[in-house]
């Protein structure tokens, strides 16, 4: 079974917004073993929806339209599509007395229009809406050989999805093959695509049952595997199998294999080893701390941290002796090491970051170029630090650089 | 005119990619006066792109396609571009010699594939490409009364973008009857969308030369103004007029006009000022400092700041005092003002902020809720202090808490 996706909204059409919800229809669809062909965004515009709706009807099993089921005169997407399928459209006397009771209880008057989102067209079974007015509808047509579903979602994306996963997903497995999908996703952070793709291309190329998806992320390279497969134990053990010799061969570089933030890596080792951070920042701005307690309970190993952007305040918050700030300028390894030294002791924690760099645009120079950024972990033992050169504009380089010290981190701890 | 922009590749049909091209085109496109009627994402398979090309033919005036111009087999847009126009494709030979030049230069041997990309189909005019391999093709026809353009363009944005700009506006604009365009985009922060539109809907509505669109994103609302006119200076002025009634009716809720963030406009009051500024966060864990650093240029007024995440780093740090905390809880109006005060006089700013609250999903009670954060300011004079309850999650409400300490900064420099 192929899909066809097609979202209405004329502001879909506009610099400004996206639609989003195929992406979450389409994982969903794929993990049935349904597979995407096609995407179409139209307008509010009653012949454009109808004309996707047919052209859908020709060249795919299933069509499901997003949007366009509310109840002003801009949501044509029910008469469209009943034009579509040549059906009519009829009230539903009971949806028109929920419409009713909804707006009674509280003590509003419902405008006129709002029935319109009490129309079903013939032959199709209302999907209850659990978080808004508009109902989906679902509808079958074709011949019992060749089904063709049409499904009319809303387009909020908290409507739209538990609609989906409450009331079309079941619906669609009677359609469709029994077929099970196991997935992994491997993790790995600041390596380069290409030379990551050139270790693991001799393992996964092997593995023709699985499907290797190699995506480059912000500072970091993601290899998504999945597998289908009779029976979901079948389909676990190909991925399982192939992550594993994937990590044999990437050692410690694969940081997550389930989907986990660095950030959450970062924070489980924490607990998993009863020990605290506090990072010292001054190229990142806050970025690190940020992202580390961007995790709910991130207090329970957190302790705080300092951003210290003026020279004076590495002195008065950290202790960074001014004498090193003179002798070899702020971004410096030495400044780094004194940054998570400083930090480490006065927040009494068991590491302690320190991140010193030229972010740009601007402040760079010939021997220390813009993206130059020093990354130290003291322990209270031995100070670790890394010299790294980042490429990319401002944002890129600092989100790299606390990537890099996320994953310094994680090494320590694992 | 209207267009219809087709992206082409498997990768698009997958829940990890989204097309962002088109909105970039679409913001071209918008500012020649030609709306995008339709949008289409098909996978690499020559029928579905041959399908795609034909069908916007019959529904449109122009078709972009974006992508499969590579050199590989999975690049199909040029052979199924000229199926769908029943044109052949022909070698250029100028574009072999530069490809096999390219690879020389590097003294690498060329892939026999990479030829693939001097196939031109005929009747195209070749648009060169800055940044890569493969050049995009211009097309026209359909007869004069009713003419038609099919563009393909490479996929990776940093080549489509030049390419579209500097060989495809010129020939558009000889084609369209001329319009100028003026827009301005009003930000508002924390105002709920429904409030400002009953303010602001009286106003705009009035305006009937300028189209305006009411988007809500994180934390803001943004009010988009675009007037079309046979001049610049006349679209201009029709913008300009209704963002100064806006203005007026809205006061100082607006904090930006021409797309600026609410950390830039946040610096360029502390620049103007002469002021500089510190933050102590809890439960942002440094969002502040982050945003105020994202501006290239701010170490000239952002000192630096504090993430007090432990209790025990509040008093350490920003000297609030433990009984402070042990009367008030370090979620309350006072401990929000002593991190302000703590913060502004440790690093010697001009202005110091204070944020404390409960990001959630846990830590939540019935007397201080999931939500509840509490702002201040220090000034040396007086603190003011405002309390929030935020709906969201604990993103949405960190940064909302973020929006909330930013926009006290711009009001109280403004």
Redesign the interface.
Known sequence: MNAEIIAVGS????????D?NS??L??KL?QLGV?????????DRRA?IE?AVK?ALE?ADLAICIGGLGPTEDDLTRESAAAALGRGLRRDPALSGELYARFARRRLKMPENNLRQADVIEGAEVLPNANGTAPGLWLECGSAEARQVVVLLPGPPNELMPMFEDHCMERLRALVPPLFIATRVLKVALVPESQLDAQAAPIYSKAKKVET?I?AAQGEVQL?LRARADSQAVAEKLVEDLADKLEDELEDAVYSRTGESLEQIAGYYLQMRGATIA?A?SC???????R???V????RY?????????D??KS??LDVPQKILDAHGAVSREVAVALAEGIRK???STLGVGITGI????GGSSEKPVGLVFHALADGRKTEVLERTFPGD??KV?WQASQQALDMVRRKLM
């Open positions: 502001e879909l059409l506009t610099p400004y917004r996206q989003s992406l979450f389409t994982e794929n597979e995407v062909a096609f995407k179409t965004i139209v307008g454009h004309g052209l060249r998806t995506l998504h990072v920042e990142t701005g806050g970025l690190v701390a940020e580390l307690t961007r709910s309970g991130s207090s957190f302790r705080g941290g300092v951003v210290a952007y003026a004076d305040l008065a918050f006065r927040a009494g972010a740009g645009p601007t401002r944002d600092r």
